[in-house]
C-alpha cells in the first residue's frame, strides 16, 4: 500500500516571494508521483509528474518538484509566486503500470497575500 | 474536446434516501475512476472501472455504494440509505487505457441532512 503525507495543512506567503510545498510518500513498489492543484470553485488540475527520468519536472506556470528516492520525498517549488497561485495543492502516488488509483495527500492551502 | 462531466453539480438529500451520481468521462477513455474528497481532506479512492467491470473496489465503503458502467462510457455512482457521514465531494476520473494521467471532473457535492 502506499501513503502520501503533506506536512503543512496550511501555507501563507507574500506574492514574489519563494515557496516549498513539501510532500513525503511511502511505498513498497515503484511509484508515479503527482502534483494536482484545485483553484477555488474548480475541480482538480494535473499540475506536473514524475514518471521516470530527470527526477526535476516542471510545469508551464513556472512550478517544479524533484523526486528524491532516498528520502523518499517530492516537493513543489516556485521561486516567485503571483496572487493567481492562490488554491490547495495536492500531491498524489499511484503504482508504476498505468490506470492504478490515485493514493493523495490531505492537501497543503496555499495563500498568497499581496 | 469536452474534459469529465459529473450532474449534478449540487445535490442535497434527507438521510436514508437513495441517491444517484453520474460521470461521462472523455471520450475514448476505458479507464474510469470516483473518488470521494471530505472536508479538509484529500480525495479517496472508491472504485475504478477498465471498460464496463469494477477491476478495483477495494474503496467502497460499504454494501451502500455501489457503482455501474453498463456501456464503457457513462458511469453512475449509487448511495442507498444515505447518512450524515456521507456529505463530501464526489469526483470522478477517467484515463486513456494504461495510462497513469487522471483527468478529473468538477465533482458533485452531496449533503444528507
Known amino acids: 500500500a502506499q501513503s502520501v503525507t503533506q506536512l503543512d495543512s496550511q501555507v501563507p506567503v507574500f506574492e514574489e516571494a519563494p515557496v516549498e510545498l513539501r510532500c513525503n510518500y511511502s511505498?513498497?513498489?515503484?511509484?508515479?508521483l503527482f502534483w494536482y492543484v484545485q483553484y477555488p470553485n474548480q475541480g482538480l488540475q494535473l499540475l506536473l509528474k514524475?514518471?521516470?527520468?530527470?527526477?526535476l519536472v516542471e510545469s508551464i506556470n513556472g512550478f517544479e518538484a524533484e523526486f528524491n528516492k532516498s528520502q523518499t520525498s517530492f516537493h513543489l517549488r516556485k521561486p516567485s509566486v503571483h496572487i493567481s497561485d492562490t488554491a490547495e495543492y495536492f500531491c498524489?502516488?499511484?503504482?508504476?503500470?498505468?490506470?492504478?488509483?490515485?493514493?493523495f495527500g490531505k492537501g497543503t492551502k496555499l495563500t498568497v497575500n499581496p | 474536446g469536452a474534459g469529465v462531466s459529473q450532474t449534478p453539480s449540487n445535490k442535497v438529500t434527507e438521510k436514508g434516501k437513495y441517491v444517484e451520481l453520474r460521470c461521462d468521462p472523455i471520450?475514448?477513455?476505458?479507464?474510469l475512476y470516483w473518488y470521494r474528497q471530505s472536508l479538509g481532506q484529500g480525495p479517496e479512492f472508491l472504485i475504478y472501472?477498465?471498460?464496463?467491470?469494477?477491476?478495483?473496489d477495494s474503496g467502497l465503503p460499504n454494501d451502500r455504494f455501489f457503482a455501474v458502467r453498463p456501456e464503457g462510457s457513462v458511469s453512475t455512482l449509487k448511495i442507498q440509505r444515505t447518512e450524515r457521514g456521507d456529505s463530501a465531494v464526489y469526483l470522478c476520473?477517467?484515463?486513456?487505457?494504461?495510462?497513469?494521467?487522471?483527468?478529473f471532473g468538477p465533482g458533485t457535492r452531496l449533503l444528507v441532512l
Open positions: 476520473a477517467s484515463s486513456q487505457q494504461g495510462r497513469e494521467t487522471q483527468y
Open positions: 511505498s513498497s513498489v515503484s511509484v508515479y
Open positions: 514524475y514518471l521516470s527520468g530527470s527526477t
Open positions: 498524489a502516488v499511484s503504482r508504476q503500470g498505468g490506470s492504478e488509483k490515485l493514493v
Open positions: 471520450s475514448g477513455h476505458t479507464a
Open positions: 472501472f477498465q471498460g464496463t467491470g469494477a477491476a478495483d
